[in-house]
């Protein structure tokens, strides 16, 4: 049996000197004051967004700038994840988490925190802009990302942003870089086992490659989408990942000539 561990031997250097047991309780402290101010933040979110979602448009960036109360990332994060399929919907809620994180500064978060909160909100109005058929604004969003992406160093916004530039990139008819932005947006989110993005972006690059008449790499992009997260997908992605994939070893099968195919480019809802 394995003896325990003496407690006067676990931590020595703090039982000899008083000083860092006096340093290790302030840091234990100020642990549980900033977890408990999360879960406060985070708890009152709903609230605040009903309130705010329950203003005419036309008031409710005004209604966050004078309330300090509106001034937290749990908010600004929470209008990103419940924002609706609309487009329109979703770049005014963007638009609102942008506007949060001009406030933030001051209020005692992170730099790297309000940085990444602001990339994720730049990418959610480029990808709604996109679908409008404002590829400009959209590009002009997306340019913004990647100061963002370097002050906070959170690697799924980098994937967020090699997606939603890849999508971008397929509306410009730039086809050979959008495909390459979607491969490296599916291997980051595989890297960081975010397994239901990581299939959509999979099933975009086989959808485009199909279009493409990249028949192996559509196969294999499909098959990756199948075993990964599509089946965990809420809406139609597993359907359209198994219709592709048997579409494209259709096609291997009959050794088809390229011509165009029926099957759509879109993005996933």
Do not use: W
Request: proline share 5%; glycine share 6%.
């Amino acid at each position: 049996m394995k003896r325990p561990v003496p407690k006067s031997a676990e931590k020595p250097e703090t039982q000899k000197d008083p000083r860092l047991r006096a340093l290790f309780a302030r840091v234990e402290a100020s642990a549980a004051e900033t977890q408990t101010a999360m879960v406060r933040e985070r708890a009152a979110a709903g609230t605040l967004l009903h309130t705010l979602l329950g203003r005419p448009l036309t008031e409710r960036e005004t209604l966050v700038h004078i309330d300090p109360r509106y001034h937290t990332v749990s908010l600004g994060r929470l209008l990103l994840s419940s924002a609706p399929a609309e487009p329109e919907e979703r770049e005014a809620r963007a638009r609102l988490a942008l506007a949060i994180t001009d406030l933030l500064p001051g209020t005692g978060k992170p730099k790297a925190v309000i940085a990444s909160l602001r990339s994720s909100a730049l990418l959610h109005i480029a990808d709604a802009l996109r679908e409008q058929g404002r590829l400009d604004e959209a590009r002009a969003a997306l340019a913004l990302v990647p100061a963002e992406i370097e002050a906070c160093g959170d690697v799924l916004d980098q994937a967020g942003y090699c997606l939603a530039l890849g999508r971008l990139r397929r509306e410009q008819s730039r086809f050979d870089e959008a495909l390459a932005l979607l491969a490296r947006a599916a291997d980051l989110y595989d890297d960081l086992d975010e397994r239901i993005e990581g299939a959509v972006a999979l099933t975009e690059l086989g959808e485009l490659a199909l279009h493409q008449h990249e028949l192996s790499r559509a196969a294999i992009a499909f098959d990756r989408a199948l075993r990964g997260g599509a089946t965990l997908h809420s809406g139609d992605l597993r359907e359209r990942a198994a219709f592709g994939a048997a579409l494209a070893l259709d096609r291997l099968q009959a050794d088809e000539p390229p011509e165009a195919d029926n099957l759509p480019l879109r993005e996933e809802e």
